[in-house]
C-alpha cells in the first residue's frame, strides 16, 4: 500500500538553528517526491520536489532535501530557520493525480 | 493566470443538504483531484481524474461525487451532507510532460455540516 510517514507531529526549533524533518514513504514504484508547505487559513506553497537525477534537490525559502532510495525517506532541512518558517510542512508521494501525504509537522519557531 | 480556482470558499450546510463545489483551472492540466483536510490527518484524497470523462476513487471517496466533462472543470458533490465532512477541501491539478509537474492547489472551500 501506498503511503507517507512523518514521525514527528510538532516540532520546536530557536530561530537561526538547523531544522530537519522527516519523511518516509511506501511506494511500488520509483516515486515523485515532493514538500509543501501551508500557513494558517491559507493553501498550499511547494517548496521542492524530486523526480530523478540528483537526490540532493534544493528548493525555495533556502530549503533542501535528500532523497534516500535504501531508506525509503525525503528528509526536509533548512541551515538557519527563520520566525517566518513557523508553518504545517507536508511530505507528499505519487504520480499522476493522485498524490499521497503525510500526517504534516507542526513547525514552531522560538525568538 | 488565474490558477486554479475554487468557489465557495467558505459554506455551511445542514445536514442532509446536497452541494457542489465547483473547481477550475486554467493550465490546461490532465491531472485533477479533490482532497479533504482534517486537523492531524493531512490531506486525504477524495476522487481524482486523469483526464476528461476519467474519474477514479481515492483514499476516502464515500459520499462524494465527482465527473469531469471538460479538461478546465472537476466539480465535487456531496449528495446528502453528514456532520462528518465538516472540512477543508482542496482541489489541486498536475500537468504531464517530461517529469510531470507538481500539484497546484486551490485557496481550498471551508465546509462546515451542522
Known amino acids: 500500500a501506498q503511503s507517507v510517514t512523518q514521525p514527528d507531529i510538532h516540532i520546536t526549533v530557536s530561530e537561526g538553528a538547523s531544522l530537519e524533518l522527516r519523511c518516509n514513504y511506501s511506494y511500488g514504484a520509483t516515486p515523485y517526491l515532493f514538500w509543501y508547505v501551508q500557513s494558517p487559513g491559507q493553501g498550499l506553497q511547494l517548496l521542492l520536489k524530486?523526480?530523478?537525477?540528483?537526490?540532493l534537490v534544493q528548493g525555495i525559502k533556502g530549503f533542501e532535501a535528500e532523497f534516500k532510495r535504501s531508506q525509503s525517506s525525503f528528509n526536509l532541512r533548512k541551515p538557519s530557520v527563520h520566525w517566518s518558517d513557523a508553518a504545517e510542512y507536508f511530505c507528499a508521494v505519487g504520480r499522476g493525480g493522485k498524490l499521497i501525504f503525510g500526517q504534516g509537522t507542526e513547525l514552531s519557531v522560538k525568538p | 493566470n488565474a490558477g486554479v480556482t475554487q468557489t465557495p470558499k467558505f459554506q455551511v450546510l445542514k445536514t442532509g443538504q446536497s452541494m457542489t463545489l465547483q473547481c477550475a483551472q486554467d493550465m490546461n492540466h490532465e491531472y485533477m483531484s479533490w482532497y479533504r483536510q482534517d486537523p492531524g490527518m493531512g490531506l486525504r484524497l477524495i476522487h481524482y481524474?486523469?483526464?476528461?470523462?476519467?474519474?477514479d476513487q481515492g483514499e476516502v471517496p464515500n459520499g462524494y461525487n465527482v465527473s469531469r466533462s471538460t479538461t478546465e472543470d472537476f466539480p465535487l458533490r456531496l449528495l446528502s451532507a453528514a456532520p462528518s465532512q465538516t472540512s477543508v477541501y482542496f482541489c489541486?491539478?498536475?500537468?504531464?510532460?517530461?517529469?510531470?509537474?507538481?500539484?497546484?492547489f486551490g485557496q481550498g472551500t471551508r465546509l462546515t455540516v451542522v
Open positions: 481524474s486523469v483526464g476528461a470523462g476519467i474519474t
Open positions: 489541486a491539478s498536475r500537468g504531464e510532460g517530461a517529469g510531470g509537474t507538481e500539484a497546484f
Open positions: 524530486y523526480f530523478s537525477g540528483d537526490t
